[in-house]
């Protein structure tokens, strides 16, 4: 099974200043045939079913704002928030899907206002 | 407009059955694999299962492999779960989600996600 963490457990950043998360996969998730990373990221706010942001680790979704990225492959990604904003306060997930017999999503990343 | 209700949650004793429901539109539901994802009360999120647009192929996560049944409707454009032998850790609210691009078995990355129907295992 691939086990994916996330840190920290949660920030506080500043608005307007950068936030950044880790996730890390206990292998990897570079599928060597299409050498994509197969690696998304979620936001979840309260009440709300989670949206998906990110996937192949850095494309965006349609109609994600650009301050959001994600980078970083095999093992090791980050999402990072470059300047944020009130309505980025959420919890952000990330989540593998190198292999269709198990689906693994990190345990999430509380990001608040400071 | 992508839309998925999903129905038929509730509380339930354990050992008992429940069969959940996720009515999808505004896309061609046959074409894209189906899953559902699950959120206990104030915790993360778990994959459960998922199916692929055909039915042909389906997967469960360890937790639920054998007590858990997925299948689809694609001409009814539903999705369903069926849940057995229930347990106080299947306690959760349990979400139905789409694919996000067409794929012959399941791609794995979710780009829509129903507002999810609570699930209550307790006696």
């Known amino acids: 099974d691939i086990v994916m963490t996330q840190s920290p457990d949660s920030l506080a950043v500043s608005l307007g200043e950068r936030a950044t998360i880790s996730c890390k996969s206990s292998?990897?998730?570079?599928?060597?045939?299409?050498?994509?990373?197969?690696l998304a990221w979620y936001q979840q706010k309260p009440g709300q079913p989670p949206k998906l942001l990110i996937y192949w680790a850095s494309t965006r979704e349609s109609g994600v704002p650009d301050r959001f990225s994600g980078s970083g492959s095999g093992t090791d990604f980050t999402l990072t928030i470059s300047s944020l904003q009130p309505e980025d306060v959420a919890v952000y997930y990330c989540q593998q899907y190198y292999s269709p017999s198990l689906f693994t999503f990190g345990p999430g990343t509380k990001v608040d206002i400071k | 407009e992508v839309q998925l209700l999903e129905s038929g949650g509730g509380l339930v004793q354990p050992g008992g059955s429940l069969r959940l429901s996720c009515a999808a539109s505004g896309f061609t539901f046959s074409r894209y694999a189906m899953s559902w994802v699950r959120q206990a009360p104030g915790k993360g999120l778990e994959w459960v299962s998922s199916i692929s647009g055909s039915a042909g192929s389906t997967y469960y996560a360890d937790s639920v492999k054998g007590r858990f049944t997925i299948s689809r409707d694609n001409s009814k454009n539903t999705l369903y779960l069926q849940m057995n032998s229930l347990r106080a850790e299947d306690t959760a609210v349990y979400y139905c989600?789409?694919?996000?691009?067409?794929?012959?078995?399941?791609?794995?990355?979710?780009?829509?996600w129903g507002q999810g129907t609570m699930v209550t295992v307790s006696s």
């Open positions: 989600a789409k694919d996000s691009v067409i794929v012959v078995v399941v791609a794995g990355w979710f780009d829509m």
């Open positions: 292998q990897s998730v570079l599928y060597r045939s299409n050498n994509k990373n197969h």
